[in-house]
C-alpha cells in the first residue's frame, strides 16, 4: 500500500522543500507532473517504472477504492483519481490522433484522384443506364399521380431512413419552394412524415421503430394522397409498414428503392429502381436526380410557370 508518511521512501519520489503551500501548509506536498497523469511530474525527472506502472492500474480502478493509501496520495495533491482516469484517455486519444495525422500526410494523391473519378464514372453510368430503360415511362407515370393528387386538393408524402429521410426533405422542400429559378410558382403540398425528434421518438417509444411513419400516415393521410416511401434496400421495416397502410387509406403509393426492389416493391403501385448498382451511394445519387425530374414533371403537368 502506498501511504503519504512513506512516499518520501519510494525510489523516485521526494517531498518538495517548496511545496508546503496553500490553506493546509502543515502537510506533506509533492510539486506535481508525470506523463501518466497527462502532464503531471514530481521533482524527480526519473520516475520508477513499476510504481508508474501500478499508480496507472489504481487509476482504472479508483473509484473501487481497492487501494485506500493509494487514494489518499491523489487527496494529497489534490487530484481526484477519475480526473487521472480521464486524462490518460485524453492522452491516448492524441496518441491516435497523431497516428491518424501521419495516415494522412502519407496518403497517395493520385490514388485518391484515380478514386474519384472512379465513383463520378460509375455514378454517369448509372444514370446513363436510367436514361436508356423504362426510368422516363415510370417517373413520368409518378409525376402524373403527383399532379392528379395536387390538382384535387391532395398532397404528396414522402419517408425515408438515415440518407433517404434526407432524400425525403429535399424533396419536399423542391415541392414547397421551388426547383427552377425561373419558375416563381406558388408552393406544392409535399411533406416528410417525420420532421422533429418528438414525434420521431414518442411514436418511436410507444409503438415500436417499425410503426414511426404508418403512425403519422394514419393522422395526416386522406385518400387521394400520394406517399412516396424511399429504401435503398427495398425491406426497410418502417417503409414497408407505411406502405401497408397507404393501401388501407387508399393512397397511390410510390417508390423509390434499389437493388431488386425487396418487399417494397411488391407494395408500390409504381416503382423507380436504378439498374446495375447495389451500391448506396450510387443508388442514393440515382434517387435524387429521380427527385428532381419528378418535381419538374409535375410543374410541367400542372402548367406552373412565371
Known sequence: MLKHEGMAGVTGLEPATSGVTGRRSNQLSYTPIC??????????????????????????????????????????????????????????????????????????????????????????????????????????????????????GGKVMLCGNGGSAADAQHIAAEFLGRLRADRDRDGLPALTLIQDTSTLSACANDYGFAHIFSRTLRALGRKGDVLIGITTSGNSENILEALKTAREIGIATLGF???????????????????????????????????HALVELTEDILKLSS
Open 35 to 152: 506523463p501518466w497523469v497527462g502532464g503531471l511530474q514530481f521533482k524527480r525527472q526519473h520516475v520508477h517504472q513499476r510504481l508508474s506502472a501500478r499508480l496507472c492500474k489504481a487509476a482504472t480502478a479508483g473509484r473501487q477504492a481497492r487501494i485506500p493509501g493509494f487514494l489518499k496520495y491523489f487527496r494529497l495533491i489534490h487530484l481526484d483519481p477519475h480526473q487521472v482516469w480521464t486524462r490518460q484517455k485524453q492522452a491516448g486519444t492524441v496518441c491516435e490522433m497523431h497516428k491518424g495525422k501521419q495516415a494522412v500526410s502519407n496518403a497517395n494523391d493520385e490514388a485518391l484522384q484515380g478514386r474519384v473519378r472512379e465513383i463520378f464514372t460509375q455514378s454517369a453510368s448509372i444514370k446513363t443506364a436510367v436514361a436508356a430503360g423504362d426510368a422516363p415511362l415510370k417517373l413520368a407515370e409518378m409525376a402524373k399521380a403527383c399532379a392528379a393528387a395536387i390538382a384535387n
Open 257 to 291: 428503392l434499389g437493388g431488386t426492389g425487396g418487399h417494397a416493391a411488391s407494395l408500390c403501385d409504381i416503382t423507380f429502381i436504378p439498374p446495375k448498382t447495389s451500391d448506396t451511394g450510387r443508388i442514393q445519387e440515382s434517387h435524387i436526380t429521380a427527385g
